[in-house]
């Protein structure tokens, strides 16, 4: 057989590597940009030439940087049978996925959100064998962690069989706290951002097991830091779902840019299906929420001027609604206008506080413009 040399490359090499390759790509946009005013040009033919050059070798970095995610989800399931019998529960766990690769930085973050998201699965979702029993459930509660691919992303789904979250008593302690106001029903998505509020809790102690000092919104954090998306579902008395979808690159993705008033944002394209033209005609309203016909689908509607509460001028008499999918939900979001397609070199920003979740980066675009990375799957 052949056999293959392997070198060993400390990771901050390859980081300055795909720093120094983002520059060259915001250089490369700027120059683009030039050589569009005279396509025929010898700078133009010079430009695509380079641009084909530098998507080659943006690939082969992107490639040598890539690690399996079974160097992370191998170790959870000792540590989750150790949890389960300091805790008197038995647990069953299944591992999916591990061959999936994503980028070395983001697997290098990944041990603690996740060890933290199974520990509470395994204290607070999954129940003792005798509860389980009278629930009429088999005494071993079942945990599956799965990998997947998705279009360009990784997506891995923490799903255990337990008790589920009472999405009741999570609306009384938040409407208690004046996070959530009364009449407002609580869907999957307000649970997880309630959850993830500094210092919430419903329980009346905090175990050893599942807290060690570390809440929920800093979990979700470190994970946004990385351009993760993290989605929640659950059903009370089924169990809980917990989906982490994972870029497999760092630092470079081809996104959309769309305007807000003069404000300029960046969204993944991984997410993005199809625009559409807004139409009133083929709008209705159910419940409080706006919903757009397209092609026969009623998709429900965020208006990006809402959601990032601009009080800027009117909105203009036309405008494109992008309809993306976020957690296998369609949802158009309703914008200004759309201002092309860029590769897009994200730079992570320090949170400050109250800043929404669905910012997760920023951008410095073609003409030397900053722009904000929109997570669409945190939209929802």
């Not at 720093?19 to 010898?42: C, F, K, N, W, Y």
């Not at 990784?154 to 409407?175: C, K, P, Q, S």
């Not at 659950?234 to 497999?248: E, N, Q």
């Not at 299906?273 to 689908?297: N, T």
């Amino acid at each position: 057989g052949v056999t293959r040399a392997v070198v060993q490359v400390d990771l901050s090499r390859l980081d300055a590597l795909l720093d120094d390759l983002g520059a060259l790509v915001t250089a490369r946009q700027e120059l683009e940009r030039h050589a569009a005013i005279d396509t025929l040009s010898p700078v133009a033919r010079s430009a695509v030439a380079m641009s084909r050059r530098l998507d080659a070798l943006q690939e082969r970095i992107v490639h040598v940087r890539l690690a399996p995610l079974g160097e992370v989800l191998e170790r959870i399931a000792p540590q989750v049978r150790e949890l389960a019998r300091a805790l008197g529960k038995e647990v069953t766990v299944e591992v999916a996925g591990e061959s999936l690769e994503v980028d070395r930085g983001i697997l290098d973050v990944l041990p603690e959100p996740l060890l933290h998201l199974v520990r509470n699965a395994v204290d607070h979702g999954l129940e003792a064998p005798a509860a389980r029993r009278l629930a009429g459930k088999p005494p071993a509660g079942t945990l599956r962690i799965r990998a997947r691919q998705d279009r360009d992303a990784v997506v891995i789904e923490l799903a255990d069989d337990g008790r589920g979250i009472d999405r009741m008593a999570i609306a009384r302690t938040a409407r208690a706290k004046g996070m959530l106001e009364e009449g407002v029903e609580l869907g999957d998505d307000g649970i997880l951002a309630i959850l993830a509020r500094p210092g919430f809790s419903t329980a009346s102690e905090v175990t050893d097991i599942s807290g060690r000092g570390v809440g929920l919104d800093v979990v979700l954090s470190r994970l946004h830091a990385v351009g993760a998306a993290v989605t929640l579902t659950t059903v009370a008395g089924r169990g809980t779902t917990i989906s982490v979808r994972l870029p497999t690159r760092l630092g470079i993705l081809p996104a959309l840019v769309t305007l807000v008033g003069e404000d300029r944002y960046v969204m993944p394209l991984t997410h993005v299906s199809e625009l559409v033209a807004w139409d009133e005609e083929a709008v209705r309203i159910e419940g409080g929420r706006i919903f757009l016909e397209v092609r026969g689908e009623s998709v429900p509607v965020v208006d990006l001027r809402r959601l990032l509460q601009y009080r800027g001028g009117t909105p203009p008499p036309r405008r494109p609604a992008v309809i993306f999918d976020a957690g296998g939900q369609r949802v158009a979001l309703l914008t200004d206008q759309i201002h092309g397609q860029v590769d897009a070199v994200i730079q992570q920003i320090e949170r400050p506080v109250g800043l929404p979740r669905w910012i997760t980066g920023a951008t410095v675009l073609g003409d030397g413009q900053p722009a904000l990375l929109l997570d669409l799957a945190s939209v929802v």
